[in-house]
């Protein structure tokens, strides 16, 4: 979701293209950072900022997974009890605060099989957000399943264009090239961005009546 860096163009985070739907009486404070874990998060004091801001009225995008399940990556792992813990603490915080928390399961990375079916990479950290979901009774997008499913939709090769695939050469930011099947370039940005918008239309929250309309010429 995070805001990325001019020097990592053409990485996008979804959260970029997303405020963007939004007329001027929304105002889109985006505290997600590269790396971090709902640990992380907390420890960094993201958190508190967060926290210290909100009220009532407000909406809380939640989405965290892919950092959290890295237990290669020591510094940031949680584990699947802490985890848990820290979604319904954020949940717990917006609701005291009359604030709306908005519960995502962690976006699909890409991975395909032999016979070109997209594989799901986040079984159990989803399943976590969706058993914390039925718990509070918060607004829930399972955007690990809608992701999947596009990817499945686009197939093996067109799906590529979603994430940060770049030959040696292609982009000055990266002259070696990358393959990266977790981050999106800027059209898969906008395009996980868009399943959001059509997810939270679909569970008419009140957010979407905001959503910039068209000028007619």
């Given amino acids: 979701m995070s805001v990325k860096e001019t020097k990592a163009y053409p990485e996008t985070g979804w959260g970029m ?5 939004f007329d001027s009486t929304v105002r889109i404070q ?13 420890a960094e004091g993201l958190w508190k900022i967060a926290e210290d801001g909100m009220k009532e009225g407000d909406y809380l995008i939640i989405q965290f997974g892919h950092n959290d399940e890295s237990k290669e990556k020591t510094d940031r792992y949680t584990t699947p009890e802490e985890y848990k813990a820290n979604l319904l603490r954020f949940i717990a915080t917006a609701q005291a605060k009359k604030a709306l928390p908005i519960l995502l399961t962690p976006v699909s990375r890409r991975k395909f099989d032999k016979n070109g079916n997209a594989m799901p990479t986040h079984e ?19 955007l690990d ?10 197939g093996e090769d067109k ?5 940060m695939q770049l030959e040696p050469g292609e982009h000055p930011n990266y002259p070696e090239g990358k393959i990266d099947n977790t981050h999106f370039t800027e059209l898969g ?9 059509n997810e939270m239309k679909a569970l008419n929250i009140e957010l979407v009546n905001h959503v910039v309309k068209p000028v007619k010429k």
């Fill in 159 to 163: 799906s590529k264009l979603m994430f």
């Fill in 189 to 197: 940005a906008r395009k996980i961005a868009q399943i959001v918008l």
């Fill in 124 to 142: 159990e950290y989803s399943a976590l957000v969706k058993q914390v979901a039925a718990q509070t009774k918060a607004p829930f997008i399972d």
């Fill in 145 to 154: 399943a809608k992701s999947l499913a596009y990817y499945q939709q686009l």
């Fill in 17 to 21: 293209p997303f405020q963007y739907f």
């Fill in 30 to 42: 985006n505290l997600a950072k590269n790396g971090r874990s709902t640990k992380t998060f907390i």
